[in-house]
Every structure is written in C-alpha cells, then in structure tokens.
C-alpha cells in the first residue's frame, strides 16, 4: 500500500488542493526531466514557481510527495482505460483494449508517464515507509491475470500461465515511457500495433493439427 496522504483526515480547501496538484505537476515534470533521484524539493519548488518551505506545508517531506504523484498517476490511467476496456465484448479484445488505452495515455501524458518508470524502476517505492513494492507490482498483473483466466476459460486463449503472462504484457509496456524518454518523437502507432499483433499471436488458440483431432 502507498501511504495516506492525508494531513489528519481534515479534508482541505480547494485552494489547497490546486496548490497540492501544482506541486505534484512540478514533481512529475521534474522527474521526469532529470530523473527520481536528482528530483530535490527544491528543484520541484523551483519548478512550481514556490518555496521549498511551502511544499513542506502540503506534504510532509518527499516521500509522500512521491506517494501523492504514484496515486494521482494511476488513478487517472485507470480513469482513462477501464471505459475502452469495459466497451469490448471479447477478452480478446479486451486485451487489445488494455494495450491501446496504456499507450494512447503514454501519448498524452508522456512526462507523466517517464516520471512514473523513473520511480519504480529507481527505487522510488523502496523510499516509501509504508509501500509494499511486492503488493504493487501484484496489483499491477492481477487485472491481466483475470483477464487471462477469463479468456481460457471461454476457449479465446491458449493455454498458458497467466501470471508469466502477465509479467510480459506489463514488461513490453512499461518499456515504452523508457524509449520515449529517450526520444519524444516516438512512433507510438508503430509500438501500438507491433505490441498488439504479437500479444494477439501470444495468447490465441494453437489450431489443431490432423493428428490431434
């Protein structure tokens, strides 16, 4: 679990939260310019246009300023991909679903998306004292996993171990905010439709051969 970002359990004021999400803003643009470690407050604050001083006043030290930037992140790609996976009929084409709304959310947010591998993959979870890396990356396959399962069931998947499955499906997606990272003119589309077609060929039924009927 990532730990409660809330001051006491008082709710705050609006005000409050604009200045939160503009702190948050800044920390996700920081990191994802010169990655998680080099990401001090006081290059965040800068960033802000606010005091380091300030920061302080709205979350308790880095820590929870990363938790609150690994919260809002995946709270808003789950916003924007459960509604194009919930629109399909098949697992099949969930799955397609699942792979097309994580890299059209890496279109429109790439700097989001950077700052987010920069964290997991720097160690960022480990800072969190009350994070659970193990339980997070279980949280990240178990939708895949159940997906898998779903789809074996009904005869539109192979047989294969889901969990193993799974661990590729994210792999090959999280590689990509690395590679735009690296260069922002990224052909996406291309990623898209490459990632698709061998998940697709991944996961599909082997038809039978003479011998087998």
Do not use: W
């Not at 803003?25 to 005091?51: F, Q």
């Not at 302080?56 to 509604?83: C, N, R, W």
């Amino acid at each position: 679990m990532l730990p409660n970002t809330e001051h006491d359990g008082q709710s705050r004021s609006f005000i409050e939260e604009a200045r939160r999400a503009q702190i948050v803003t800044a920390a996700v643009e920081t990191i994802a310019e010169v990655g998680y470690h080099r990401a001090s407050m006081g290059r965040i604050g800068a960033r802000a246009g606010i005091s380091r001083g300030l920061i302080s006043y709205h979350f308790a030290g880095k820590s929870e300023l990363i938790a609150q930037v690994v919260t809002t992140v995946y709270t808003d790609v789950a916003a924007f991909m459960t509604p194009m996976i919930d629109a399909e009929t098949t697992y099949a084409g969930e799955l397609r679903a699942y792979i097309r709304s994580n890299l059209e959310y890496m279109r429109a947010h790439p700097a989001r998306m950077v700052a987010l591998v920069e964290i997991l993959t720097s160690g960022g979870l480990a800072d969190l004292p009350e994070a659970d890396p193990d339980a997070f990356d279980r949280q990240l396959r178990e939708p895949l996993e159940q997906l898998f399962e779903a789809g074996q069931a009904s005869g539109e998947f192979r047989d294969f171990d889901v969990t193993v499955m799974a661990r590729i499906v994210r792999g090959v997606i999280d590689a990509v905010p690395t590679a735009l990272s690296r260069d922002p003119d990224l052909d996406i589309d291309c990623h898209l439709r490459e990632i698709t077609t061998a998940l697709d060929l991944a996961t599909r039924p082997v038809p039978s051969t003479p011998e087998q009927t």
